[in-house]
């Protein structure tokens, strides 16, 4: 006779679902749209314009590491599991093994963030940010580009002790071919160009590269990575806030809402990060 | 009276342990693999499409894996169908309607383009 105890759901108008899931889901679908245009305006700027002679920048043009963003993803993988497994404990009354597993979701975004912050003082060392890179040979930033390879170079003769007999060596600037000058040239090339004899001799040298599109990479890397790492900082305050909830020893079934719709944003976060892994490390 | 309340269980709180443990084996796994796929196109074994397609592909397998298992719509596609499939629909289309630009510059061959961008300037 069991099968014959039903509990029908009350009925009342809109959705079949709790307010507060079907909120998150609309805030979701603006947030599916925001990302959707990011991405789709990289699309258009990545495949638009670069030709053969002018590509877009490589991963390692730009000092990407791919190996890094994949253990960027793993982590965050791993963090949408540990929110997930917090979820499903706390379901099942266990509130301190559900509080362990988001501290171990909050270690992992921190952890996430820190790889984030280590790429970003990479690309700021190497000045490889909006409106610093140098993504062509001629008018005024060819000059400007002129004057900091010259200052390397003059550098490198000064401090360099293989170079030392060669101190006050005259430096020209060649003559660009202008359909080549927007070309992909390597540190090793310009060096080549500006001071031949000197920088072939030890191909070691760093010397500031032309990237073309270097500035538009910039700002489309920083302007994805940017939102999304503001999509991350932002779940991590909503699992430090749960975890406070923990330490007071408050959490319980009634917060299991909260968990579930903060897990949603947080798998939401991650589904973000795989397409961006890709588009920017990858392909 | 217990499997009915087992069953409610799953509905309302989603697929089980082993479940969410065989998903993470496998996006572990599409992660290595968008990876590998990524050096073969490096070492030129893949051609870059090819290479682009899988890493797309893979991605997309990914995502929905997360958003089938660990975001419940196993669960909750009946229920929130209505709004999602839309949103996706108008996030297709949004690149879609972007093509058209990307693919027109790929057929404009002007032998004369960078010297008029040039003299442009």
């Not at chain 1, 009342?12 to 805030?27: N, T, Y």
């Not at chain 1, 359909?179 to 030890?202: D, F, H, S, W, Y």
Request: aromatic share 12%; with cysteine; charged share 15%.
């Amino acid at each position: 006779m069991a099968h014959a105890i039903v509990h029908d759901e009350p009925l009342h108008m809109g959705a079949p679902v709790p307010h507060g899931k079907l909120a998150m889901w609309i805030f979701l679908a603006t947030e599916i749209m925001f990302f959707t245009a990011l991405i789709g305006t990289y699309s258009i700027l990545r495949n638009g314009q670069p030709t053969k002679d002018e590509p877009w920048p490589k991963p390692h043009d730009v000092h990407l590491i791919e190996w890094v963003g994949a253990f960027n993803t793993f982590v965050l993988i791993c963090s949408s599991v540990s929110v997930v497994l917090a979820h499903w404990t706390l379901c099942r009354g266990n509130a301190k093994q559900a509080a362990l597993y988001i501290s171990v979701t909050l270690a992992l975004g921190c952890v996430f963030l820190g790889v984030k912050a280590y790429e970003y003082n990479s690309k700021f060392q190497h000045e490889i940010i909006p409106g610093h890179v140098f993504d062509r040979v001629d008018g005024p930033r060819g000059v400007a580009y002129m004057n900091k390879v010259k200052g390397e170079v003059k550098h490198l003769l000064e401090h360099d002790a293989l170079l030392g007999s060669r101190k006050n060596v005259p430096l020209c600037w060649p003559s660009w071919n202008s359909r080549t000058a927007r070309a992909q040239i390597t540190p090793v090339e310009v060096g080549a160009l500006v001071e031949g004899p000197c920088c072939t001799r030890n191909r070691s040298f760093h010397l500031t590269p032309i990237i073309p599109y270097g500035n538009l990479w910039a700002s489309c890397y920083f302007a994805m990575t940017g939102f999304h790492a503001l999509h991350v900082f932002g779940g991590l305050v909503i699992f430090t806030i749960i975890l406070v909830i923990a330490a007071r020893g408050k959490l319980s079934h009634q917060h299991e809402s909260l968990l579930e719709l903060t897990g949603l944003y947080w798998h939401f976060v991650d589904v973000v990060w795989i397409f961006l892994f890709p588009f920017l490390y990858l392909v | 009276m217990s499997e009915m309340h087992t069953g409610d269980y799953v509905e309302a709180h989603g697929p089980s342990f082993k479940a969410y443990m065989v998903v993470f084996g496998a996006l572990s796994i599409f992660t290595v693999v968008s990876f590998v796929v990524n050096d073969a196109v490096r070492h030129d074994v893949l051609s870059s499409q090819t290479g682009f397609l899988l890493i797309l592909a893979v991605a997309i397998v990914k995502a929905l894996l997360v958003a089938i298992y660990f975001m419940h719509l196993i669960v909750d596609w009946g229920k929130l169908y209505y709004f999602i499939f839309p949103t996706f629909i108008l996030g297709t289309m949004f690149m879609i309607v972007l093509l058209p630009d990307i693919v027109l510059t790929w057929h404009d061959t002007n032998p004369n383009k960078v010297e008029t961008r040039d003299d442009g300037k």
